[in-house]
């Protein structure tokens, strides 16, 4: 066997759900076999193909299914092959993808199935987020309580004007109407309707932050035989990493944490870019609130600390901006929590794969998909290409 | 050496630490559980969190009773500065089979594995039974020990065991405890009455809490951190349907192709250590992996002696490569199961360097 350095893993399938409130019509079952048999067709691959599984999503309270991969290995074709879970909180759908890919790189699989999901209209995440702990705040209600202060904070230290989070907000809906699997498609979307609505966490309006979706997304990674086959252009992984950080800490940096600068500076150096601003085509980036665009380009290295807002003010992440950001529509306009780390990564892959359909960003040759999770600490990216890498 | 290698890089376990596993540890945080098992791994390697290539624990949010429940315990790790690290929600076991494959990669040389659980904050038969099909299942509430019971009576109707043999399961379990200061059950335990027949008290695994952890190296780096490395020749795991209808309750099928898989049955064994939290379960392990009585099964007590959830799996995979460390075995197997009946189950095969 060979010890000449890892495999090269190829995304030869990808497939997603209609994201929407609630899929009443499927049993959360039925809900993972739709992305998964998708991923295959666009892989033109049967369900013998695949050596083995690797699923993930966010916190079990939120069906109410402890470990559901027990009772999901029938549904996904699992039955006689290795299954894995993987749990990193927000961050999840990207490390599922992660370990997927580990497996094909080790040479210990050739082909696997990696698919993520949230059916959240079984239970109410907000409040199953915000599951009483002692010693800690008794009510953070919901993501949005623990993370509006930490855009404060990025307000106040880059001076940013406060028009910034709805230009994004607006952005990425727009964005979103180009993308048949979305869950958000507000038609009649303009800035001031964005502008105008309810401030929840201030200051986080209504329309600045994420909704809540049943969805599921799958991908086939394989090696380099198996892109070879593959009917369709793969996109390649150049690079791809993990790095957490405690939750809370007196040196923590909420507003640019440390684990995300080292996880994407680990990214650029496996893929060899040096300057990601004017070498990366498109970004999926994690953005639950659309402040987080401009914290997140300053802290994946695309934006000077203090500067990200600018980008986002000039245009520079609109679909036709010369760093598209999210032009799925993003984690603002689509969010089945534990699917959204993987909706990203996977969105990467179609645009190198010249696949995204009317959200194409004209000739991507690398893109990047990002994820976070936790009190902002859990972080996972990976950067795809079109073309297979050189090392 | 290995003596056989079937991967990229040999990989071996270097260190394993476990806590008292107890009844109850209300005093204790999960976090505070952890920590010292961790600071036990790390001070037995020399090695500090900042120096392992790749971190991965396993755990579960439906024990804690909160969401991201295992974002606390990684504070406790001390991750920082920031690390490498993943979580399954899984037996630690498959944490450890994650950092593995991540060792394969060569993306890291070292990697600290560890898993955690407490029972006792609430009734963990009910608890499990959350584990079960969410519509046509779950809603019925079957506990684990009505659904291992079912598995016993189907043994034991296929004439493959009876009560008493059972019994001696149970019997020689806490009996190989007495020399285990971990264990939460020692020595002579009464079999007591029918928890669900055919299933005593004493056919049953012990509820409880606790932590363990182990360190993996490769290559050099295993050598320079264990004096007797226990290599991973082999590990792999499957997962099996999981309705009971569709299964055979007197078989594991899954055990066998991932022990086939791992190389087990390519020379003998002389120790095993088979997570059965039920007496009726190391019965069908034994038959899956064809173990004579020549091998010595589950000498730490095994999941009947503790069983603390989430942990009893890697707990497994330690306990064999400990004996290797210190010269009681050269090559043994280590096996861990999850979901109801044996779903799911891991087998790794641990060998020593021979002198």
């Known amino acids: 066997m060979s010890t000449s350095g890892k495999e090269p893993v190829a995304v030869v399938g990808v497939g997603q759900t209609k994201h929407v409130a609630a899929r009443h019509d499927v049993s959360i079952a039925g809900l993972v076999r739709e992305a998964a048999v998708r991923a295959l067709a666009d892989a033109e691959l049967t369900w013998a193909d695949i050596d083995a599984v690797v699923i993930g999503k966010a916190p079990d309270f939120f069906e109410g299914v402890m470990m559901p991969e027990l009772y999901l290995a029938d549904a996904l074709g699992a039955v006689g092959k290795p299954m894995l879970r993987v749990h990193t909180a927000g961050s999840v759908g990207g490390s599922t993808a992660l370990v997927a890919s580990g497996l094909v790189a080790a040479r210990v699989h050739r082909t696997v199935l990696t698919l993520a999901f949230e059916k959240q209209s079984e239970s109410n995440a907000m409040w199953g987020l915000s599951l009483p702990v002692p010693f800690q705040q008794p009510l953070l209600a919901g993501a949005g309580g623990f993370f509006a202060p930490h855009v404060r904070a990025y307000m106040r230290r880059t001076g940013a004007p406060d028009t910034v989070g709805s230009l994004v907000a607006y952005k990425d809906r727009r964005n979103a109407l180009k993308n048949p699997y979305a869950h958000l498609h507000e038609h009649d979307i303009t800035l001031e309707k964005v502008q105008a609505s309810p401030m929840l966490w201030d200051p986080i309006r209504y329309s600045e932050t994420c909704p809540s979706s049943d969805g599921a997304c799958a991908m086939v990674l394989t090696d380099r035989a198996g892109a070879a086959r593959a009917p369709k252009a793969p996109a390649w992984l150049h690079g791809g990493a993990m790095r957490s950080e405690p939750t809370l800490f007196a040196g923590k940096d909420f507003v640019s944490p440390q684990a995300g600068k080292d996880c994407a500076a680990d990214v650029y150096r496996q893929a060899g870019i040096t300057d990601p601003r004017r070498e990366i085509d498109a970004v999926e980036m994690y953005v639950p609130f659309s402040w987080y665009e401009p914290m997140w380009l300053e802290n994946l290295g695309f934006a000077e600390e203090g500067e990200g807002w600018k980008l986002t003010e000039a245009g520079v992440t609109e679909l036709d901006g010369d760093l598209p950001v999210n032009p799925s529509g993003g984690v603002l306009s689509t969010n089945p929590i534990g699917a959204s780390g993987m909706i990203r990564f996977a969105e990467a892959a179609l645009q190198v794969r010249g696949r995204a359909g009317e959200h194409q960003v004209p000739n991507a040759r690398r893109a990047m998909g990002h994820a976070y999770g936790g009190g902002a600490q859990f972080f996972s990216m990976w950067l795809v290409g079109a073309e297979p890498p050189t090392s | 050496m290995p003596t056989t290698s079937r991967y990229a890089r040999d990989v071996a376990v270097v260190a394993f630490a476990q806590s008292d596993h107890l009844r109850r540890t209300d005093e204790l945080s999960e976090v505070e559980m952890v920590m010292p098992v961790l600071h036990e791994v790390l001070a037995a390697t020399g090695l500090k969190a ?306």
């Not at chain 2, 608890?127 to 009505?146: F, H, N």
Request: aromatic fraction near 6%; charged fraction near 20%.
């Open chain 2, 50 to 355: 900042g120096e392992i290539g790749f971190t991965c624990s396993g755990s579960s949010d439906y024990l804690a009773g909160r969401a991201f429940s295992f974002t606390m315990t990684l504070d406790g790790v001390g991750a920082w500065p920031p690390i490498s690290e993943s979580h399954v929600e899984m037996d630690g076991a498959w944490a450890l089979y994650e950092a593995w494959v991540k060792i394969q990669t060569g993306e890291a040389d070292t990697a600290l594995v560890y898993a955690y659980g407490k029972s006792s904050p609430g009734s963990v038969r009910d608890v499990l039974t959350r584990q079960l099909d969410p519509y046509y299942l779950a809603p019925l509430w079957p506990d684990s020990v009505a659904l291992a019971a079912l598995q016993a009576r189907a043994l034991i109707d296929a004439g493959q065991t009876d009560e008493a043999a059972l019994a001696a399961v149970g019997a020689r379990s806490r009996a190989a405890a007495r020399h285990n200061p971990h264990a939460q059950l020692r020595g002579s335990v009464a079999q007591g009455d029918y928890q669900v027949a055919p299933l005593r008290t004493g056919d049953c695994p012990p509820v409880g809490d606790g932590a363990a952890a182990v360190i993996l190296a490769a290559g050099d780096s295993a050598r320079r951190l264990c004096e007797r490395p226990a290599w991973i020749t082999g590990i792999d795991h499957r997962i099996e349907a999981h309705g009971l209808g569709l299964r055979d309750l007197t078989d594991s099928p899954s055990t066998r192709l991932a022990a086939e898989r791992a190389g087990f049955f390519d020379a003998p064994v002389d120790t095993a250590e088979l997570h059965a939290p039920f007496s009726s379960q190391e019965v069908v392990l034994r038959k899956a992996l064809g173990l004579g009585d020549e091998v010595t099964v589950n000498p730490s007590g095994g999941a009947l002696a503790a069983n603390p959830m989430m942990a009893a799996g890697l707990i497994r995979i330690g306990e064999a490569a400990a004996r290797i460390h210190r010269g009681a075995s050269d090559r043994a197997v280590a096996h861990a199961t999850s979901g109801p009946c044996l779903q799911q189950n891991l087998v790794a095969v641990l060998e020593g360097d021979r002198a």
